[in-house]
């Protein structure tokens, strides 16, 4: 049966690609913004379901896998920003401290069941930044659709100083456990 990947994420798409999976791209539009008190983990896993119930609508026979990233720090979550400056700020925000990169996904089977939900927390520390290297690295526009501001994939792997977790999933969607869902519901050959 095909799989479809809910999501307009080019990050995600390539990931999906690493594990050799057939998929077709779907993206769900769905209001990302959370709700009052919501937690990364509510969040993430709310997004992630809304996206995949979308897709499932639309593709009755298909698999449906959905995923959201958010970066999360002191309890408040950051999402893409709107504009260099928000940029900026979340960079200053994020510098020379731990954060957590929340990532939740669902993989629903065709006819829309859910068949897996999960949610991969990575904690990442970045490195002390000065004013003139978050001004330098926004004006790259590499951070403006990226949730907290950064790509660890990208240049913005030069702002991390560790990760401790899973590092697809500070990219936006968590290898080891999507490839586990997969093979587990046949979608992959072990």
């Known amino acids: 049966m095909p799989l479809v990947l809910a999501s307009a994420s080019p990050r995600r798409r390539e990931l999906l690609g690493w594990l050799g999976v057939p998929f077709v791209v779907d993206a ?3 209001d990302e913004r959370p709700q009052t008190s919501e937690s990364a983990e509510e969040l993430v896993r709310r ?3 809304a996206k995949a119930s979308a897709g499932a609508a639309r593709h009755r026979a298909a698999w ?9 720090i002191d309890g408040d ?3 893409k920003p ?3 400056a928000d940029a900026a700020a979340m960079l200053a925000r994020l510098a020379g401290r731990v954060h957590r990169v929340v990532t939740g996904f669902v993989l629903a089977a065709p006819g829309g069941a859910l068949r897996a939900a999960e949610r991969v927390v990575s904690r990442v520390q970045f490195r002390p930044l000065t004013a003139a290297a978050i001004a330098a690295y926004v004006e790259t526009d590499e951070p403006l659709d990226k949730a907290g501001a950064y790509a660890a994939q990208g ?12 590092f697809s999933n500070v ?16 979608l992959l050959v072990p």
Do not use: K, M, N, Q
């Not at 990219?171 to 046949?186: C, F, H």
């Open 171 to 186: 990219i936006g969607l968590p290898l080891l456990e999507v490839e586990r869902a997969l093979t587990e519901v046949g």
């Open 155 to 166: 240049r913005g792997s030069a702002l991390i100083a560790r990760i401790d977790g899973s």
């Open 64 to 72: 449906v896998l959905a995923a959201d990233t958010v970066v999360e």
């Open 47 to 49: 997004l992630a379901s």
């Open 77 to 79: 979550i950051l999402g």
């Open 28 to 30: 769900a539009d769905v």
């Open 82 to 84: 709107v504009d260099r």
